[in-house]
Every structure is written in C-alpha cells, then in structure tokens.
C-alpha cells in the first residue's frame, strides 16, 4: 500500500546529487570569479527551488500548495460506483 511520502532513499539521492552537481561547477571554472559565482548561485537556486516542490508535492493536503475538501469530493463524486 502506499504511504504517500517521499522515502529517505530518494531524498539522500537528492541531496547527494544536488551536492555533487554543484561542486562539479567548481571545477568548470570561468575567468570571471563574479561569473563563476553568478552561476553556481544560479544552479544551487534551481536545486533548491526544485527540491521545494518536492517536499510541496510530498503533502498535498497541507501548506501554500494544498488539496481542499471539497476537490477531493467532487472527485470522489465522479468516480464510478462512488457513494
């Protein structure tokens, strides 16, 4: 059965890989410290807003990004053989 939460494995790869990803920028290095910066920044801000949705995905029925009652119920009245 499902439990509807995203398992520790996942989210260590996750981090593992976010971690790795922005450490390889450091040695793709550009001639401009600003520029290197500016786009390590920029990865780490993609990362992170990625993993954001992650853990907004992770609960649906709580936070900014939420499921309400009454969507679950019209759902629920449109599936066949629902009471």
């Keep these: 059965m499902a439990e509807g939460t995203v398992p520790s494995a996942i989210w260590f790869v996750l981090f593992l890989g976010a971690a ?7 040695f793709f290095g550009a001639h ?7 786009m390590t920044g920029a990865l780490a801000a993609i ?22 009652k009454e969507s679950i ?9 629902a009471p």
């Design 32 to 38: 401009s410290v600003i520029a290197q910066s500016l």
């Design 73 to 81: 119920r019209a759902v629920l009245a449109d599936l066949p053989g």
């Design 47 to 68: 990362i992170f807003s990625s993993i954001l949705v992650i853990t907004a995905i992770d609960r649906p029925y709580t936070g900014a990004v939420m499921v309400s």
């Design 20 to 26: 790795l990803t922005i450490s390889f920028t450091f």
